[in-house]
């Protein structure tokens, strides 16, 4: 979440319910577990709807979620409401616009934009982080979630832009003498439709589209990928996400790379 799109409410809902039935924050804080042990405060970069921000309220002392959408901070809201959870501080703002407190994890999970500039990420992390620094980045570089790969050249005529996988973040902070433990997580975030109309319009939001020029080509499309899950459809979106971590003790003072870094890692 965080530095992307804008999300409207209904787009936020879309995730949230997905996120209610994805494995992924079970799976996330399994990787998270040793760098929990005697903490009381994360802040969770790019909170969302609080796919990782409301189970670490149910481990920690307090949790401080920070994300740009009002509207995904109103869903963590309802969903924080709905579990009873008073110890989440929702905090609206970009990474690095908004002052924030330290705490004892800090936690960027799947932010698009932060991780360009990794000595200066990590510059303003170790002001924050009083015990450890935990990333969460996509494996790979295509864009599997929601088949964007398939549409592209399917609607547009063209490749979706690639994203970076997280082995590049790993070697810049190798570069700067930061030796992170990394950990794989397969999972799932499914997405339910209660029809293929509303499918459609997910997909539609998503790709910024207007009308209904591709409306026909997109039902068909679905139609050979969507599954039936109760009464309505389901998206099966396997993904695959890395979870980069380090302690920051020893890290406060950082060295420079000693030599220019090659241009497919900068």
């Known amino acids: 979440m965080g530095t992307g799109e804008p999300w409207s409410e209904r787009k936020a809902r879309w995730y949230s319910e997905a996120q209610r039935l994805s494995d992924y924050p079970e799976k996330a804080m399994g990787a998270l577990a040793p760098l929990l042990n005697g903490c009381r405060s994360v802040l969770d ?9 409301i ?6 002392e307090q949790v401080t979620a920070l994300d740009p959408s009002p509207a995904m901070l109103k869903e963590l809201k309802r969903l924080m409401e709905e579990e009873g959870l008073s110890n989440i501080t929702c905090l609206e703002g970009r990474w690095g616009e908004v002052a924030v407190e330290p705490h004892d994890l800090l936690l960027v999970a799947n932010v698009p934009g932060i991780l360009s500039d990794v000595p200066g990420f990590v510059g303003q992390a170790l002001r924050v982080a009083n015990q450890a620094i935990a990333i969460i980045q996509h494996v790979g570089t295509g864009r599997d979630k929601f088949y964007f790969d398939e549409l592209s050249p399917l609607l547009f005529g063209r490749p979706y832009p690639p994203r970076e996988d997280y082995l590049i973040t790993y070697i810049r902070l190798h570069r700067l003498g930061i030796h992170a433990d990394v950990r794989i997580l397969d999972y799932h975030f499914d997405q339910p439709f209660a029809d293929l109309d509303e499918a459609v319009e997910f997909w539609k939001e998503h790709l910024h589209l207007e009308g209904n020029e591709h409306d026909e080509t997109l039902r068909e499309f679905l139609r050979m990928k969507l599954l039936p899950f109760g009464t309505g459809l389901l998206a099966p979106i396997p993904k ?10 020893g890290e406060r003072s950082l060295r420079q790379p000693a030599s220019p870094t090659p241009s497919f890692f900068s």
Do not use: E
Request: aromatic content about 4%; charged content about 10%.
């Open 45 to 53: 970069v790019g909170a969302g709807s609080g796919a990782l921000s």
């Open 55 to 60: 189970p670490l309220a149910k481990v920690v």
């Open 240 to 249: 695959r996400s890395a979870v980069i971590s380090w302690p920051v003790r």
